[in-house]
């Protein structure tokens, strides 16, 4: 087997990176960052950690991360080619993409019917759950640590023994009547 | 020297169905083994981590299908452990479901009357509270206030949760910490353990032989207890009876993976799958008009902003739970929780977007979400394809997530229904700018469930139905269902009490049967904790359930 150059793997994380940030995108982190199209304000789910993530086997999709980035640059190609896009050189062509032009992609790879719909829904959903509920961290450790998405959704911190109480959590009163066919156990009759 | 284990009873599933039934087994005098494909965690295991690999993660399954996906236990204690504990009966209209066999789908011999003794069971075994307005969450006091502003009832759920330890946390499906939540770890299960019985964790069946004595072989895998897509070995036990309670969308896989050494299955082993006809809605709260329209207030300037904080659903609107109502215009609206995760992908962004810049200013509101669950009358459309290579899913991730061979095609009239309550759902919080409401979308893993149901269901109808009304497979003596799989059809209500009552109801039959075979076995346990009076009420209804 060829060893694989040390730019294919740039090159693959590049496009999951391009492909995170189009489920949920950030800032861009530097001045002429290709992979994230700074197309919101904060952290998106680069900056939440989605490749090392989906770099967990765990997962199970890490074995397949060379293959998912090649397929989504393919299907970028002829998205291109198909809408008269100019590809940058040296650049995979997926990252070439502008924002838009990525989630009309990733929309194609989604919607009911297309074949790969399951294997793009299932990286979709990883680069998700990096934002939403940091899976490859420690909640509590994600949140001490200003993790963009656990902070961004106002999720409270726990308790010092890790775990959450609150200690405030009802209105108190009656807020409505109660159906009227309702048993004494509190079931529909 | 080939050494066979040999047990009276073997029961697969450690859920309500399996629980139920290797309590009442081995308190009546019968040698009991119970095998649970996950692992076996208690109070102190249970973590506050979204972290693959801590408790959330190790403890239920997201199995996809094509068109239905389904989240389950998986652990000792099933569903249980995982579950919200909202305990409410199903309603009497119910029980005279036409569906889509267009004729009673329930056995004759059981209607809400005759299944109400059986509830009594339940409710004295698993203690259940019902709530009052102090312990209603925020989320669920808003839902109660929304529906009265539009004129409508609503309704404190009746839970399996212990009110005074509860704290509140909203991390029920990664288990309770606190004991609070009354799951089968607290009951049913160490009272079967006290009587011998034997929980097995890690062992996940797969297939069932015949032996040449007239009983079963059951055969199993070990589960690494960390990487569940990797065994390490497998096993026999041979058994006088089996109980199957693996749980809706894994019960009927290990019937047809049998077939071919039990001979042909009923029809109705895996087929009339329902997803209770579930469906979710979220609402963005306008935190302003919350205050100013519904004079809600938590101090701090604070109107609602409490997605976090709860215990699942604590309030639901029961309107349209009348029997008057035509077939598939009956749902339940219902207050609940779903955690980060899988709980906000499906959800879509006011432009109708699951993804985006849009979805992401959603997500900075989530303490503002309000999620909305319709239980709906669907058509039992699910069908099962031939079984994996083991277990009910080719699992992608170490655990949580695997993809099954559920097809789920929703009929017009589940469109229909579905329709109707996301309208209502609309109606109600929309309603002088409270919230903005948007569905789940159904298309990037179908519909979802967290109640499978009837994949194996109870019925008079051969046709139709894999169990006869004693829960026994048609054809194959000995071989009893117990789990939601035996449920026939939609309930419009959380279905964990129905199943335990029917389970609790099935015992007698299942006690004949092994008398039969040569166990010696009495019916008539007292509840877990030694009260009598459920088994007082219940008593009449005995012998004719014993009769084959």
New interface residues.
């Given amino acids: 087997m060829a060893s694989r150059k040390p730019d294919d793997h740039q090159d693959r994380t590049t496009t999951l990176e391009a492909f995170a940030d189009?489920?949920?995108?950030g800032e861009k982190r530097y001045a002429g960052d290709l992979a994230v199209a700074g197309?919101?304000r904060g952290g998106?789910a680069v900056q939440a950690g989605a490749i090392e993530l989906l770099e967990?086997?765990?997962?199970?999709?890490t074995g397949g991360l060379d293959d998912f980035a090649a397929a989504l640059n393919r299907h970028a190609a002829a998205y291109a080619a198909e809408h008269g896009l100019a590809a940058e050189d040296g650049v995979p062509p997926f990252v070439s993409l502008p924002y838009d032009d990525r989630?009309a992609v990733?929309r194609w790879l989604?919607?009911?019917g297309h074949p790969e719909k399951?294997l793009w829904?299932?990286l979709?959903?990883f680069c998700?759950?990096a934002?939403?509920?940091?899976?490859?961290?420690?909640?509590?450790e994600a949140l001490a640590a200003g993790h963009p998405?656990?902070t961004?959704?106002?999720?409270?911190r726990?308790d010092p023994d890790?775990?959450?109480?609150?200690r405030?959590?009802?209105?108190?009163?009656?807020?409505?009547?109660?159906?009227?066919a309702?048993?004494p156990?509190?079931?529909?009759? | 020297m080939n050494s066979v284990e040999r047990t009276d009873v073997l029961v697969v599933g450690t859920g309500f169905g399996g629980a139920i039934a290797a309590y009442h087994l081995a308190a009546g005098g019968a040698k009991v083994v119970m095998l649970e494909r996950g692992p076996w965690l208690t109070s102190g295991d249970f973590?506050?981590?979204?972290?693959?690999?801590s408790s959330y993660?190790r403890i239920f399954d997201f199995v996809?299908g094509d068109g239905m996906s389904v989240l389950g236990g998986n652990c000792v204690g099933g569903g249980s452990v995982v579950y919200f504990a909202a305990m409410?009966?199903?309603?009497?209209f119910v029980f005279e479901r036409r569906g889509s066999i267009r004729r009673r789908m329930w056995p004759r011999a059981i209607d809400r009357d005759s299944l109400d003794p059986w509830y009594d069971r339940v409710?004295e075994s698993i203690p259940?509270t019902?709530?009052g307005?102090?312990?209603?969450?925020?989320a669920g006091?808003l839902w109660?206030?929304a529906?009265?502003h539009s004129g409508?009832?609503?309704?404190?759920?009746?839970a399996a949760v212990d009110t005074s330890t509860c704290?509140?946390?909203?991390?029920m499906m990664a288990g309770c910490?606190f004991d609070a939540k009354q799951s089968l770890l607290l009951n049913y299960l160490p009272a079967a353990l006290a009587h011998g019985a034997e929980i097995r964790p890690l062992h996940e069946v797969q297939s069932i032989s015949r032996t040449d004595d007239g009983g079963y072989r059951v055969h199993y895998a070990h589960v690494h207890d960390e990487?569940y897509?990797l065994t390490e070995g497998a096993g026999t036990i041979d058994a006088k009876i089996v109980i199957l309670a693996a749980g809706a969308a894994a019960t009927p896989v290990i019937l047809q993976r049998s077939e071919p050494a039990l001979g042909p299955m009923p029809h109705g082993v895996g087929r009339y799958f329902s997803g209770n006809g579930e469906r979710l809605n979220t609402a963005v709260l306008n935190e302003d008009r919350v205050r100013d329209v519904l004079g809600?207030e938590?101090?701090d300037g604070l109107g609602y902003?409490?997605n976090?904080?709860?215990k699942g659903p604590t309030?639901a609107n029961?309107?349209r739970?009348d029997a008057s109502l035509p077939e598939y215009s009956r749902y339940?609206l219902e207050q609940l929780y779903f955690?980060?995760?899988l709980g906000?992908?499906l959800a879509l962004a006011e432009d109708g977007s699951w993804?985006?810049?849009r979805?992401?200013e959603m997500?900075?509101r989530?303490?503002s979400w309000l999620i909305i669950f319709q239980m709906i009358e669907d058509d039992n459309e699910g069908v099962f394809g031939p079984p994996p290579q083991r277990g009910n899913s080719d699992?992608?991730?170490?655990?949580m997530?695997g993809?099954g061979r559920l097809t789920y095609k929703p009929t017009a009239n589940t469109v229909a229904a579905w329709a109707m309550a996301d309208a209502e759902c609309k109606e109600i919080l929309e309603r002088d700018g409270l919230a903005t409401v948007t569905p789940w979308t159904n298309?990037?893993?179908g519909a979802y469930t967290v109640h499978p149901l009837a994949s194996c269901r109870i019925g008079d109808d051969p046709h139709t139905s894999a169990l006869d009304d004693r829960h026994e497979v048609r054809g194959h003596p000995g071989i009893f269902v117990t789990d939601g799989s035996a449920v026939p059809g939609a309930l419009t209500?959380n279905p964990a009490?129905t199943i335990s009552a029917l389970a609790e109801r099935a015992i007698p039959g299942i006690v004949a049967a092994a008398r039969e075979r040569g166990v010696d076995v009495t019916y008539g346990a007292p509840a877990p904790d030694g009260s009598t009076s459920g088994r007082r009420g219940a008593a009449h209804l005995v012998p004719d359930l014993m009769r084959r």
């Fill in positions: 189009t489920i949920i995108p197309v919101s998106g967990w086997d765990a997962t199970g999709l989630a990733v989604t919607a009911p399951a829904v299932s979709a959903l998700n759950m934002y939403d509920s940091a899976a490859h961290l420690s909640t509590a998405g656990l961004a959704m106002g999720i409270t726990p890790g775990l959450w109480r609150f405030a959590w009802s209105y108190g009163r009656p807020l409505a009547d109660v159906h009227p309702t048993t156990s509190g079931s529909p009759a | 973590e506050h981590d979204y972290k693959l690999g993660t996809v409410p009966r199903a309603p009497r409710e259940i019902q709530q307005w102090d312990d209603v969450s925020y006091g109660a206030a529906c009265r409508r009832t609503a309704n404190p759920v009746p704290v509140n946390c909203n991390w910490r990487d897509r809600l938590r101090g902003a409490a976090q904080i709860g309030v029961w309107d739970l339940s955690p980060p995760g906000t992908i993804f985006g810049p979805k992401k997500l900075e989530w303490q699992r992608l991730s170490q655990q997530l993809v298309d990037l893993v209500v009490m």
